[in-house]
């Protein structure tokens, strides 16, 4: 089955730096890379995704690339804020090939912006 | 509108008794998602209901586990005789369809702690 693998497990930055979380999957039939956000006490939520036939998209601050030869994806935070403190989750599946969207997460970054 | 809602917020079981945990997707969704989250760990599929279609359990961890979708809408999660192992949190998410790049909404879970 699919296996996501996720790095850094924490990551400290200063206000206004970037960040970046880097993600690698094994399942080259995945072509499917939501990135979730996850505060304290509360369920993920999407912050953005990406298919297989995209290599980058970008929402405001948000961006994320999608390398299909190497198998990795990447998130890049700009300008980070200390509301963007959280646990962020790349994920993958095979959800645009049918059969149901379930999810293969990889183990979370620990994000924390510093004043 | 209203989310995805799950209840018990915290539960807490004696190891060898048996439990329900309860989804209640977003109206009109089709695909519910159970998903567990261990501490430190990543989210872990368990189980998928699109429509009237059979379950998809791969991802069930035992035969202790089991759940049902009743009338296409709510959700019960059952774990018979617990064990310390099952702690986590529960976490359900519903889309609006089980496929393609349908946004999957996270309830805010469900902690079980077994002693």
């Known amino acids: 089955g699919e296996n996501v693998e996720q790095h850094p497990s924490t990551l400290s930055v200063q206000e206004g730096d970037s960040a970046v979380i880097k993600c690698t999957y094994s399942d080259s039939a995945s072509n499917y890379f939501p990135w979730y956000k996850q505060e304290l006490g509360k369920g993920p939520q999407l912050i953005i995704d990406?298919?297989?036939?995209?290599g980058e998209k970008k929402d405001q601050r948000i961006a994320v690339t999608l390398n299909k030869t190497a198998k990795h994806f990447s998130l890049h935070i700009t300008e980070t804020q200390p509301e963007d403190s959280a646990v962020y989750f790349c994920a993958a599946s095979k959800g645009l090939t049918g059969g149901g969207n379930k999810l293969t997460f990889g183990t979370g970054t620990q994000l924390k912006v510093e004043l | 509108g209203a989310g995805v809602s799950q209840s018990p917020s915290n539960k807490v079981t004696e190891k060898g008794k048996d439990v329900e945990l309860r989804c209640d997707p977003i109206s009109g969704h089709t695909a519910l998602y159970w998903y567990r989250q261990s501490l430190g760990q990543g989210l872990e599929f368990l189980i998928y209901?699109?429509?009237?279609?059979?379950?998809?359990k791969s991802g069930l961890p035992s035969d202790r586990f089991s759940a049902e979708r009743t009338g296409g809408s709510v959700s019960t999660l059952t774990i018979q005789r617990t064990q310390q192992e099952d702690s986590a949190v529960y976490l359900c998410?519903?889309?609006?369809?089980?496929?393609?790049?349908?946004?999957?909404?996270f309830g805010p879970g469900t902690r079980l702690t077994v002693t």
């Open positions: 209901f699109q429509g009237n279609s059979a379950p998809d």
């Open positions: 990406i298919r297989s036939n995209v």
């Open positions: 998410a519903s889309s609006l369809t089980g496929t393609g790049m349908s946004e999957q909404y």
